[in-house]
């Protein structure tokens, strides 16, 4: 946040600085002390507007809009008409802009397509993982290059060629990209792109090459030529481009954004016209700070993008007070390389099983029962891609491999292992040959295939320090329905449109959980649900380590008191599970079992070019190869007499294998035995061998520091030396000046420390430097970890040409009328429907100190729901009334504020409030007790998240997968007549 002084510019989207960034946001007032312009882009005049010097009140979710308008002033002014040397530059060597798309025939028109790959080309199709490289023209010599950067040079056998240099891969001879054939073509064509806005198609002219690939000849384009068409720069080409700025029936001028954002055109070229000046002049210092405002619609990627291509195209990302920065919780967990390590125990095993949780919980809860056809409420082509379920696409993504999903099978993965072993299997690749082999001739089913199954329900479900239950669960009256078969007010009935891979049940199960386990230092909603709540210490009673991605910074928590009456630290809690779990294996597990663990391919390894294509083996469309053409398939021993034995010792994986995370790797084997013979470490005894102790959360505290590549600096130099080698780049220097670094737990109980610049995270902090994301890549052309290495224009993943996403678009918010959150509601008639929005609350951080007496009373005793006057009046409802806010999905009683900042058809509630206080019962659902800010709330997922096994389109834990979005929820607000506790 301290980068926020830095800009010149910024605009706030989706992020109410002042309201929930309190530390931070005195760099945002800061700033315009030096300068800076601030922009607020909200429907509301929330908190944060009073900073701004322009509040741009435009309708809600209609963001991306906006931003494509920009884009097209800032590519027909600044870089058409002027040519701005340094945006065109930036563009170059940055971004995907100068790669070649092939287009593909489509009657008497074409369409864009997939990036031309290197091994298509006669000179080069014999190149290493050619599949993964691109192709540019030299625009000096017309002749066809293979930049390096891309995935394929990343995983290449022979290192050194993964960097941004302007450079030929084969013969390391420089070359200029051709960014544009426009004013050198074979021909103009006739390309057809879709305006979802207004579902609008237009055939437009593309300069493109005919090149001779091993296949015949193929017509391209560039990147770059497929951009100015979309956004509708004409650049004196025939086809159905816009006549001029005040075309409101061509995409994306700013009058065609006037009818979906309400803002004036000459607010958005004034704005556009400032941006790009400002950016030209300071060289990149124009900022987008953006939040959970923008993050939680259902499009909520296409707004990302429209406002990430003003900034590649002004060449803001990478440079220090420029940039998208994105805050949607405090997430960074900044020493991920050890930290990761000790959390997944791959101390001591390699495969993990780490679970993506929105499409989960849509599974498990029954949600996907309840949603439709996802192409009547997403603007979509039609194709067979688009004619799927949610669900069904969730089935056959995990069964390629592109996402995980726990339980793996319907059998016990213990017992297919016992199964292979009796039926002769002699080995670790014996087990998995059969347990493959079970899944080809489909004798063994997924869990995801049938997940109403009773064998597939989960059972047991652990809530560490989250309000799972109430605070973060989308659809929380669907859990409450069916993992804990307790009363809800789901009125909502399922969907006429049923899976068809995904084995329907007429009758879906209630109550499938058997176990819920809260630990928790304060009872909250989700507790109050729990079966056992194990009191865990607050901040205050234990010894943890703290960082953000709003600071550079790692902060202790230090024990001031031990932890009160019968509360233990988490890290003690999980240990008595522990030794609880092995003390109980003695007598269930007495012997070592092998455990079949199905994993995902995975982001930042070589899975990331193992899928070229979408080819479905389970359908026949290919061989079934794990870790290729599916997932993983990996053997763990287990003993589980031993679980407490490993949870309190390090193992020694981190010596024989090293450490890293990002596609970092440094070895660390004079660090782990100093850990055991330095005597400042305290050591433990397993099996005849001694290994360093993380008995005491102290003591993992100082193993996560020890063994960071943040926090000591011979590992920084080393991790920098491992990426030199990898990149062919001089890096090394960036560490040298950290190389007696070494911050233990106690140095941070004296003061915070900034952790070092490692390659681990793409900041540079060197001096003293404001860490600015991407400022590695920029300065020292380190490729971004994506297909080309650059970052990109365009998306060529079958399914993001198959969803009509490959080239940034807008599309509007779905419709209330098919997004189901009304449909039983609404059956008696019609009624005043209005957007329903949960932005973060003020004095609250989620849920924490909601009930707070002081802040309760200062804010109505409950957490209201804000209207607009007009639509108050229009409801009978006046200032202060107990309301009712419903739909299909639940219903949640409250106090109503009528203020004139809010706009006509929107109603706020901020979260999360709790079911612990100020909830009343429901008129409308006959007496039973109102829910929480999710009753209202259904999960709804986009498909193209699913998306996996090419290049960064590849799962990662909290990095990779649908998110659950609940901006686009409709309601309706009724006034109560009667309230009763």
């Known amino acids: 946040s301290a980068d926020w002084y830095n800009s010149k510019m910024i605009a706030d989207m989706g992020a109410c600085l002042n309201m929930t960034r309190t530390p931070d946001c005195h760099f945002f007032a800061e700033s315009r002390h030096n300068g800076t312009k601030a922009v607020v882009f909200s429907p509301d005049f929330s908190q944060v507007c009073k900073y701004a010097d322009q509040w741009v009140p435009l309708h809600a979710g209609s963001d991306g809009a906006l931003w494509m308008a920009v884009s097209h002033v800032i590519l027909k002014e600044f870089h058409h008409e002027k040519q701005t040397p340094y945006f065109l530059q930036y563009a170059k060597q940055y971004t995907d802009s100068a790669f070649l798309v092939k287009l593909e025939k489509d009657g008497d028109h074409y369409t864009p397509g997939r990036l031309l790959r290197?091994?298509?080309?006669?000179?080069?199709?014999?190149?290493?993982?050619?599949?993964?490289?691109?192709?540019?023209?030299?625009?000096?010599?017309?002749?066809?290059?293979?930049?390096?950067?891309?995935?394929?040079?990343?995983?290449?056998?022979?290192?050194?060629?993964?960097?941004?240099?302007?450079?030929?891969?084969?013969?390391?001879?420089?070359?200029?990209?051709?960014?544009?054939?426009?004013?050198?073509?074979?021909?103009?064509?006739?390309?057809?792109?879709?305006?979802?806005?207004?579902?609008?198609?237009?055939?437009?002219?593309?300069?493109?090459?005919?090149?001779?690939?091993?296949?015949?000849?193929?017509?391209?384009?560039?990147?770059?030529?497929?951009?100015?068409?979309?956004?509708?720069?004409?650049?004196?080409?025939?086809?159905?481009?816009?006549?001029?700025?005040?075309?409101?029936?061509?995409?994306?001028?700013?009058?065609?954004?006037?009818?979906?954002?309400?803002?004036?055109?000459?607010?958005?070229?004034?704005?556009?016209?400032?941006?790009?000046?400002?950016?030209?002049?300071?060289?990149?210092?124009?900022?987008?700070?953006i939040g959970a405002g923008i993050n939680h619609w259902y499009h909520a990627n296409l707004m990302y993008r429209a406002g990430a291509m003003a900034l590649m195209l002004s060449g803001c990302v990478g440079r220090n007070g420029g940039g998208l920065n994105h805050y949607v919780g405090q997430e960074k967990l900044a020493p991920m390389d050890s930290w990761s390590t000790i959390a997944f125990a791959k101390d001591w095993h390699d495969a993990i099983r780490l679970q993506q949780a929105p499409l989960w919980h849509y599974i498990n809860t029954c949600q996907y029962r309840y949603d439709g056809q996802y192409s009547r409420y997403n603007t979509v082509p039609d194709n067979e891609m688009t004619r799927m379920h949610t669900a069904d696409t969730i089935y056959k993504s995990v069964r390629n491999g592109w996402m995980p999903y726990y339980p793996q099978f319907k059998a016990n993965p213990l017992e297919l292992c016992k199964d292979a072993i009796s039926n002769g299997a002699k080995d670790d690749d014996g087990i998995k040959k059969a347990v493959l082999e079970k899944l080809k001739s489909k004798e063994l089913e997924y869990s995801i295939a049938d997940p109403e199954a009773e064998e597939n329900h989960p059972k047991v479900w652990y809530i560490w320090r989250g309000n799972a239950i109430t605070g973060s669960m989308k659809g929380h009256e669907y859990c409450l329905k069916h993992y804990l078969g307790t009363h809800s007010n789901v009125i909502g009935k399922d969907s006429d449109d049923h899976t068809e891979e995904v084995k329907w049940h007429d009758v879906a199960p209630v109550g499938k959980m058997d176990l819920v386990v809260d630990l928790n230092f304060r009872m909250d909603s989700s507790a109050l649900y729990s079966d056992i709540v194990l009191p865990a210490a607050s901040w205050y009673e234990k010894a943890d380590l703290n960082s953000t991605d709003l600071h550079s910074f790692i902060h202790p928590l230090s024990a001031a008191i031990a932890p009160v009456w019968e509360s233990k630290t988490d890290w003690d809690i999980f240990k008595e599970l522990a030794k609880a779990t092995s003390e109980l294996a003695k007598t269930h597990f007495s012997e070592p079992q092998k455990d079949i663990v199905a994993a995902p391919l995975a982001h930042d390894t070589a899975d990331e070019i193992t899928q070229p294509e979408i080819k479905d083996w389970y359908k026949g469309e290919c061989e079934a190869i794990p870790g290729k053409t599916m997932h993983k398939l990996a053997i763990v021993d287990r003993d589980y007499t031993k679980l407490y034995e490993k949870y309190i010792t390090l193992g020694d994986n981190i010596r024989k294998k090293g450490l890293g995370a990002h596609g970092n790797h440094y070895m660390c084997e004079a660090e782990y035995d100093e850990m055991i013979e330095s005597n400042h470490f305290p050591t433990r005894e397993l099996d005849g061998k001694?290994?360093?102790?993380?008995?005491?959360?102290?003591?993992?505290?100082?193993?996560?520091?020890?063994?960071?590549?943040?926090?000591?600096?011979?590992?920084?130099?080393?991790?920098?030396?491992?990426?030199?080698?990898?990149?062919?780049?001089?890096?090394?220097?960036?560490?040298?000046?950290?190389?007696?670094?070494?911050?233990?737990?106690?140095?941070?109980?004296?003061?915070?420390?900034?952790?070092?610049?490692?390659?681990?995270?793409?900041?540079?902090?060197?001096?003293?430097?404001?860490?600015?994301?991407?400022?590695?890549?920029?300065?020292?052309?380190?490729?971004?970890?994506?297909?080309?290495?650059?970052?990109?224009?365009?998306?060529?993943?079958?399914?993001?040409?198959?969803?009509?996403?490959?080239?940034?678009?807008?599309?509007?918010?779905?419709?209330?009328?098919?997004?189901?959150?009304?449909?039983?509601?609404?059956?008696?008639?019609?009624?005043?429907?209005?957007?329903?929005?949960?932005?973060?609350?003020?004095?609250?951080?989620?849920?924490?100190?909601?009930?707070?007496?002081?802040?309760?009373?200062?804010?109505?005793?409950?957490?209201?729901?804000?209207?607009?006057?007009?639509?108050?009046?229009?409801?009978?409802?006046?200032?202060?009334?107990?309301?009712?806010?419903?739909?299909?999905?639940?219903?949640?009683?409250?106090?109503?504020?009528?203020?004139?900042?809010?706009?006509?058809?929107?109603?706020?509630?901020?979260?999360?409030?709790?079911?612990?206080?100020?909830?009343?019962?429901?008129?409308?659902?006959?007496?039973?007790?109102?829910?929480?800010?999710?009753?209202?709330?259904?999960?709804?997922?986009?498909?193209?998240?699913?998306?996996?096994?090419?290049?960064?389109?590849?799962?990662?834990?909290?990095?990779?997968?649908?998110?659950?979005?609940?901006?686009?929820?409709?309601?309706?607000?009724?006034?109560?007549?009667?309230?009763?506790?």
Not at 143 to 168: A, I, Q, T, Y
């Open 690 to 981: 001694v290994y360093p102790s993380i008995e005491e959360d102290e003591w993992a505290a100082n193993a996560v520091l020890h063994l960071s590549s943040l926090t000591n600096g011979k590992l920084t130099v080393r991790a920098y030396e491992n990426m030199e080698k990898k990149t062919g780049l001089d890096l090394v220097h960036l560490g040298k000046g950290s190389e007696d670094v070494k911050i233990r737990y106690a140095d941070l109980q004296a003061q915070p420390r900034r952790y070092n610049t490692s390659p681990l995270w793409s900041g540079l902090m060197n001096d003293g430097r404001a860490y600015c994301a991407y400022t590695y890549n920029y300065d020292m052309l380190v490729p971004w970890r994506t297909l080309t290495g650059r970052q990109h224009f365009y998306l060529d993943h079958e399914m993001y040409i198959g969803y009509g996403e490959n080239l940034p678009t807008y599309k509007p918010a779905p419709k209330p009328e098919v997004y189901g959150d009304l449909k039983e509601t609404l059956k008696n008639g019609d009624a005043l429907v209005l957007n329903y929005l949960t932005p973060h609350g003020k004095w609250h951080i989620h849920s924490t100190y909601m009930e707070n007496l002081r802040m309760l009373t200062l804010s109505r005793g409950c957490e209201p729901c804000w209207m607009s006057e007009v639509d108050a009046e229009k409801l009978g409802i006046q200032d202060n009334d107990w309301v009712e806010v419903h739909n299909d999905h639940g219903v949640y009683c409250t106090r109503a504020v009528v203020s004139a900042r809010i706009p006509r058809g929107v109603c706020i509630v901020y979260h999360v409030p709790e079911r612990t206080v100020g909830i009343p019962k429901s008129q409308l659902r006959g007496g039973s007790r109102g829910g929480g800010h999710n009753s209202v709330t259904r999960i709804h997922l986009k498909p193209n998240y699913l998306s996996g096994g090419y290049g960064q389109f590849s799962y990662h834990f909290n990095y990779w997968g649908p998110i659950a979005p609940q901006r686009d929820t409709h309601v309706l607000v009724k006034r109560m007549d009667k309230v009763v506790f």
């Open 118 to 289: 290197a091994n298509e080309l006669q000179e080069y199709k014999d190149i290493s993982n050619g599949d993964w490289k691109f192709v540019s023209m030299d625009e000096k010599d017309g002749r066809l290059v293979v930049p390096k950067g891309s995935m394929g040079h990343r995983w290449d056998k022979e290192p050194g060629k993964w960097n941004m240099k302007l450079e030929n891969t084969v013969d390391d001879k420089p070359y200029d990209p051709a960014l544009t054939f426009l004013k050198d073509n074979d021909e103009v064509l006739q390309t057809e792109f879709i305006e979802w806005g207004l579902d609008k198609k237009s055939l437009r002219g593309v300069p493109v090459k005919k090149v001779k690939t091993t296949s015949g000849t193929a017509v391209v384009t560039t990147v770059y030529d497929l951009i100015m068409a979309q956004y509708g720069v004409g650049r004196g080409l025939k086809g159905d481009y816009p006549a001029d700025y005040t075309d409101k029936d061509a995409s994306y001028t700013p009058a065609w954004q006037e009818i979906f954002t309400g803002v004036d055109s000459k607010t958005v070229l004034q704005f556009a016209r400032e941006w790009a000046n400002t950016a030209n002049i300071t060289k990149g210092k124009c900022m987008i700070i």
